[in-house]
């Protein structure tokens, strides 16, 4: 019954795992608000209701998809940190990491940090797969304990908002917080800037720029 289960259990992995890579292929063509399990099962050559086995809603598989994505994004984010030790360095490594993933697999990034696919609600089984690549700068921040030269003590209104952050960047004074919030939406933003063309034509140098961005970074937050 044991190797009956076995067998099962890696039967049911390569159909999920053919079905995503299928639905990550529609999702680069169509886009998240066009994917199908229709379209899905008929490339497959299946029945629909065969794939609704696997995934009973197109939110099951969009699920998935953004499961797999924020898991690849933080193996990069882990991986990027291997025999680093300075803080701007590891800063730096992090950038690129968040970069390189963005331009390689730019519709997962977009499914991860993109529009909204409408009437898509993101369960809790995507808050820990999302929490990884943020981890990685928590624990930077939290290392390295800088003093940014413009760290202020922030307004008693945000306190509880930053007693929240804190939990990822645990022992950071209170005037750290904020700009480190900053730098990391600002990480996001080049990338997002870049990948979706706002850049246009003007900027070709693209690598350098970021580069040079993420180093001012560094030095905005005192690392």
């Known amino acids: 019954m044991s190797a009956a289960k076995t067998a099962r259990e890696r039967v049911r992995a390569e159909m999920v795992r053919e ?21 899905v099962a008929r490339e497959m050559g299946m029945a629909s209701s065969a794939v609704h086995r696997y995934f009973p809603t197109k939110d099951d598989l969009l699920t998935a998809l953004i499961i797999d994505g924020y898991n690849a994004l933080g193996d990069a984010a882990e991986a990027s940190q291997h025999d680093r030790t300075d803080p701007a360095d590891r800063w730096l490594a992090l950038g690129h990491a968040v970069r390189d993933f963005a331009l390689d697999r730019p519709h ?103 580069d040079e961005g993420m180093r001012s970074l560094a030095r905005y937050l005192g690392l």
């Open 108 to 210: 997962e990034y977009a499914l991860l940090y993109g529009s909204p696919v409408p009437g898509y609600q993101a369960p809790q089984d995507t808050i820990a797969p999302a929490m990884r690549t943020t981890l990685v700068y928590g624990r930077i921040i939290a290392d390295a304990r800088p003093t940014s030269p413009v760290a202020v003590s922030p307004p008693a209104v945000i306190a509880p908002d930053v007693d929240a952050l804190r939990s990822v960047m645990p022992g950071v004074p209170d005037e750290v917080v904020i700009p480190a919030v900053t730098a990391w939406t600002a990480l996001f933003g080049a990338v997002s800037f870049e990948l979706f063309g706002q850049f246009g034509d003007t900027i070709t140098h693209r690598r350098e720029i970021f």
């Open 19 to 39: 079905i995503t890579d299928i639905a990550r292929t529609h999702l680069a063509r169509e886009g998240a608000a066009g994917l199908s399990l229709r379209a």
